[in-house]
């Protein structure tokens, strides 16, 4: 039997993030994830609030791993996850009344984070809510010292990837009609953004 993937980071902060996702998610909502990774999100967020469905979804290479874990939950409202992969679109015929990505805009190019927040545009309803977890430097500067060595590494493993600024990603959300209603400091030096979409 195939193990799923386990991440440590996911396992330490998915308790937080639910907190904040209780007050913002309601009876009823559609939620999509973006880069659903190791499932470990889903799942918990799945069986914590099952009033919600939870459709997760992950880049081609990724869904079948992402899948181990959440078809063995067996959870009636956590569908197998689908594909997604922010530069193609449409990415689905649905209209989700939320969106949620964790650790995700870090690892794409710059041009993916555009295609991700102009989907987002596409598909979420007027109202949803968009909801992002990660690291951010602001004003130019990184938060920690960790967040700036983990900068390097991520450059130095991929040329196109690296912690985003703020206030550029703050601008990709607004031209998709996303108000910031939240930033929050997550544990682990990250940041947990939560914006709303206009009518």
Do not use: C
Request: glycine letters at 4%.
């Amino acid at each position: 039997m195939i193990e799923p993937p386990f991440s440590q980071a996911s396992e330490n902060n998915k308790q937080v993030i639910l907190e904040i996702l209780e007050r913002h998610l309601k009876n009823g909502d559609q939620v999509l994830e973006l880069a659903g990774g190791t499932g470990q999100h889903a799942v918990h967020f799945a069986a914590n609030l099952p009033y919600l469905h939870w459709q997760s979804s992950d880049i081609p290479s990724n869904v079948d791993s992402l899948n181990l874990r959440i078809v063995a939950a067996k959870l009636t409202n956590l569908p197998a996850a689908i594909t997604i992969d922010v530069n193609h679109s449409p990415w689905i015929s649905t209209k989700p009344t939320a969106i949620f990505s964790a650790n995700s805009l870090h690892i794409m190019s710059a041009d993916s984070v555009e295609n991700f927040f102009n989907g987002i545009n596409e598909v979420l309803q007027a109202d949803g809510i968009a909801v992002v977890y990660g690291p951010f430097k602001y004003a130019g500067e990184f938060t920690t010292e960790s967040n700036e060595d983990f900068d390097h590494w991520l450059k130095n493993r991929d040329p196109v990837s690296g912690i985003r600024d703020f206030e550029w990603v703050s601008e990709l959300a607004t031209k998709a009609n996303l108000t910031l209603i939240e930033d929050n400091a997550m544990p682990a030096n990250n940041q947990l953004l939560v914006w709303k979409k206009s009518k």
